[in-house]
């Protein structure tokens, strides 16, 4: 890597003022559907040899219960760096293309988490969680006094009467100040577990009268009728109150990458075939996330300021040989360079990221989130270099138990229009059916506070 290379990751992550994490990705790039998160995640994107550092208190604002607009503020960024030749030459001797990006947004929520709240407090749901906890209590008070009871039928079997007196106060006094049915529990485990040969005609007697009773202790508290009303009231209120949100949110940055352009044979100087070409662009738009219950609408629209990078330009690994002689001798240098051949331009253009999604549950806590989305890049200021193109795509979201991982797949239809093939001549055009261009990638993020975040990157350039 140059020293330049070096001192442009070093600008990057100079830069870095806060942090953004989005939930889905795709093959440009990442989504339009913020992802609630408190704290610092980072990511690696297996295809793309990139790492993103970021976070936001997004998480914070959609708990608020207060629904006034632009009260409950969010803020959040993400600082990315990457090789723009692909995680290949990471194995390979060629020169690392680095990249890197700076991103951050600004929003607020509003929700109706306090009429839910209210009506929550209100609900079925809370009344029979009362008269369940009634009736447990009863149940447990019951079963603790007949211990007791046992405790004390079954003393006269401990022939030291000193010992009998001491030991049966001690036993009667732990059952009676047990505070709930672990507690009771273990006493009577330790009971039965006591090895003391004084105790031994003792523990029969109670472990008889224990056991019978025990049964029916725990066959009353399984059984508990309000624990059943208690889940038909839950999904009463599910069914009839649905989570709103509303997300209006602005965002922007800077994008940077260094790398080589092959600007054709120079016959005089083979090195002076390549320019070493220093690519500093940005993005700002506007955003909106809508959820109602499960189901999440993300919308970007953005002007970016970018280039054709991804779009126009193939990389070729090259290698440079130098040869100096002296005498009948030689000695014979090389060094591998990675050219980038095409037309490149800095173009501007606009862009439109949808993203639908639904939860389904797998489990208690474990979740597949679906998502289908749309990119577009349109407006381009200039056709000739960025062709406008829209990509459609199914992404398949994975979070695990207690939310500590989420992991991922998309499967992608680049250009559906065919826009840039069409550009080429007739005798150079490759269009594919659709099934034969599908693009595949995996995603995986792990989270250092909270859950795992999905970084968004709003442009097309950058692959």
Known sequence: MTKRSILLLFLCIS???????????????????????????????????????????YSKALSS????????????????????????????????????????????NINNNKSLLDAWKSSGVVAANKREQEKLRILFESYRSD????????????????????????LIKK????PDA????????????????RLEAFNIAFKALLEPRQRIYYESYSRDDETK????????????????????????????????????????SLGKSFTDTLYRGGVFGVGMNAQIGNVWLGVTYAYVDGDNFSSNLISKEYTLRTTDASGNQELISEKKITGYSGKYAKVASNQLNIDLLKEFALGDTSRLITNLYYRGS????????????SNLGLGLYFLGSKSKFLGGLY??????????????????????????????????????NSIIGFVNRPRKPDS
């Open 15 to 57: 830069t870095l003022k806060g942090k953004t994490q989005f939930l889905t990705q795709s093959a440009e790039g990442k989504g339009a559907v913020i992802l609630p998160l408190n704290g610092v995640a980072v990511g690696f994107d297996i295809g793309k040899s990139e790492i993103t550092v970021g976070a936001n208190n």
């Open 65 to 108: 219960s207060n629904s006034t607009p632009f009260k409950n503020w969010f803020i959040g960024g993400n600082l990315s760096v990457k090789n723009s030749s692909g995680i290949g030459n990471l194995f390979q001797s060629g020169d690392i293309v680095p990249a890197g990006n700076f991103y951050g947004f600004l929003g607020f």
């Open 147 to 170: 211990i007791a009871d046992y405790i004390k039928e079954s003393l006269p079997f401990i022939e030291d009467e000193t010992f009998r007196t001491s030991k049966g106060q001690d």
């Open 175 to 178: 059952v009676s100040e047990s």
């Open 182 to 197: 672990f507690a009771l529990r273990r006493i009577i485990v330790a009971i039965l577990a006591d090895k003391d040969k």
């Open 229 to 268: 009303a208690i889940n038909l009231a839950f999904s009463d209120f599910i069914d009839n109150h649905t989570v709103l949100r509303l997300t209006p949110f602005v965002f922007g940055g800077i994008d940077a990458r260094n790398f080589s352009l092959y600007t054709g044979l120079n016959t005089t």
């Open 378 to 389: 349109m407006a381009s200021r200039d056709t000739a270099y960025l062709k406008n193109i």
């Open 411 to 448: 499967v992608e239809l680049p250009d559906i229009n065919n826009n840039i093939e069409m550009a080429k001549p007739e005798a150079e055009r490759s269009i594919r059916p659709p099934l034969k261009k599908l693009t595949f990638g995996v995603v995986t993020r792990f989270s250092i």
